[in-house]
């Protein structure tokens, strides 16, 4: 099993409904968050091109942050999530460092915190909040390893790009073009 | 035509400006734990070649400032963290992958045995030390009587303390000024350059001085060999480690890299070493402060600057 995010940046219309779905989902502290919108404009006046996009942390596959995590907090769980257990967590500060994608945050409390792709949820069949809420239906979520899931079928039909590819990662949002 | 490029990314408040999360803590250890790596593997190194006669400051009285430098290290690493509570967890696991746990566990072994060496000298500060258990006085002379093989033991120790300071930094493949593979090398470098100015700095003994310049000399000349070769290798990398290399000639660490550290805290100090080995009178004291300084300053901007650099953002 192998989870996946596909996001359409041709229907996303930058409303943060994801992030408040989360931050309401997760008790995020007001203020924080686990995912968040980018808005970029691209391009010379008057030929400009926006794209926006509903980021979070890319669950890589090769992920820096579990790797120089000295205490074994960070980890990965079945379908590739990435979590953090806070209870070992000693907020070093080594995975913010090693993360291509700023995707983690130091939470007021003291650990590490960021998107858990709302395992909670997932492993009962739901979908993670951000994709249940999403008005526009741009975030799709499911099983890479599944041809007929939802994120199978899109990547099948669609253009994508994911974010810094370069840095090595292999990260599993893939954001549709 | 791609003249103007707005990438306006993100700006979470509580998130953002806080992503550089290491502060002064993270250079004053490194610039400790260097230090101290610095002074114990010339102690181990003279120790094993039979010298501790005629470099006694080396293998004896320098030695005694390490636990001070290493618990002030661990100080700064614990103020460091921000879960503080649970920084025990760091010695519930080993994980090879991780050069913080190397980290913690090379601490772990290297502060009681820097402990343990100065403790068996103390009777030649105080004559009249007793150690009022006996099996204490039977460790003692242990020691004293198995000092070679303690010293290869410090030596390798020392090495992977120094080496440890760089690779903490070069593993952040997501900072591109850090990552590079010469970090390491040039960490450690660096910190036996700071260990052997201290050392040179409290020597009474003419020769010992002499033979102290003499490496510290050869050690700031691969130094500078390695800071070329970092920014040699930044310039033919990618858009990432252009823009750190950036930093440097003629971004905004410019005038604090090239002044402070390579040129107040390496040729300057090389040259009065040369004029003192030449036969001018120096007061030694000016190039070790200085070697230090640079030593220092060299950290605090590498971590600055590093967590400046970044992929997205």
């Known amino acids: 099993m192998r989870y996946a995010m596909a996001v359409d940046t041709k229907k996303c219309v930058g409303c943060s409904d994801c992030v408040v779905a989360c931050q309401t989902e997760n008790n995020v502290p007001i203020g924080y968050c686990r995912d968040w919108i980018v808005e970029n404009v691209d391009g010379t006046y008057p030929n400009v091109e926006i794209e926006l996009r509903s980021e979070r942390c890319n669950h890589c596959d090769n992920s820096p942050c579990v790797r120089c995590c000295p205490t074994g907090a960070s980890h990965i769980v079945e379908g590739g999530i990435v979590l953090v257990t806070h209870e070992k967590c000693i907020g070093c500060g080594a ?70 590819p370069e840095a090595g990662t292999n990260p599993q949002i893939y954001f549709l073009t | 035509m791609r003249e103007e490029l707005f990438v306006s990314g993100r700006d979470i408040p509580n998130i953002d400006p806080y992503l550089n999360i290491w502060h002064w803590q993270i250079p004053i250890y490194l610039f400790l734990g260097g230090l101290a790596a610095g002074i114990l593997f010339f102690a181990g190194l003279f120790t094993v070649m039979g010298k501790e006669k005629e470099m006694e400051t080396t293998v004896k009285w320098a030695t005694f400032l390490v636990p001070g430098v290493l618990i002030l290290g661990l100080i700064a690493l614990f103020l460091d963290l921000k879960h503080k509570l649970f920084f025990w967890q760091l010695y519930t696991t080993i994980r090879l992958e991780s050069p913080m746990s190397w980290g913690a566990w090379v601490l772990m072994f290297i502060t009681p045995l820097s402990i343990i060496w100065v403790a068996a000298y103390i009777k030649d500060i105080i004559p009249q030390w007793n150690w009022k258990f006996g099996y204490l006085n039977s460790f003692e002379k242990w020691v004293n009587s198995n000092r070679r093989p303690i010293a290869w033991v410090m030596m390798v120790f020392s090495l992977i303390l120094g080496i440890y300071t760089g690779i903490l930094l070069s593993a952040f ?89 390579i040129i107040l805290g390496l040729v300057f100090p090389a040259i009065l070493e040369i004029m003192e080995l030449s036969g001018y009178k120096v007061p030694i004291a000016i190039p070790a402060i200085l070697i230090l300084m640079g030593g220092l300053v060299f950290r605090f901007i590498m971590v600055e600057a590093g967590q400046l650099t970044r992929y997205l953002y």
Request: proline share 5%.
């Open chain 2, 173 to 261: 493949n997501a900072r591109p000024l850090w990552n590079n593979a010469i970090l390491g090398p040039l960490f450690l470098i660096s910190g036996m350059s700071t260990g052997v100015a201290t050392t040179m700095w409290m020597s009474k003994n003419h020769t010992e001085r002499k033979t102290l310049g003499k490496i510290d000399l050869v050690l700031i000349g691969i130094e500078l060999f390695l800071i070329t070769h970092m920014i040699m290798g930044f310039l033919a990398g990618p858009t990432v480690q252009l823009e750190a290399a950036g930093l440097f000639l003629g971004g905004d660490f410019t005038v604090s890299f090239w002044v402070f550290v």
């Open chain 1, 95 to 164: 995975c913010i460092q090693s993360c291509p994608y700023d995707a983690r945050y130091s939470h007021p409390d003291g650990y590490v915190d960021k998107c858990t792709f709302c395992e909670h949820r997932v492993k009962k069949g739901d979908q993670p909040a951000c994709v249940a809420v999403c008005p526009t239906k741009c975030l799709y979520f499911g099983d890479l390893d599944d041809p007929y899931s939802d994120v199978s079928q899109v990547l099948k039909h669609r253009k994508f790009k994911v974010l810094a």
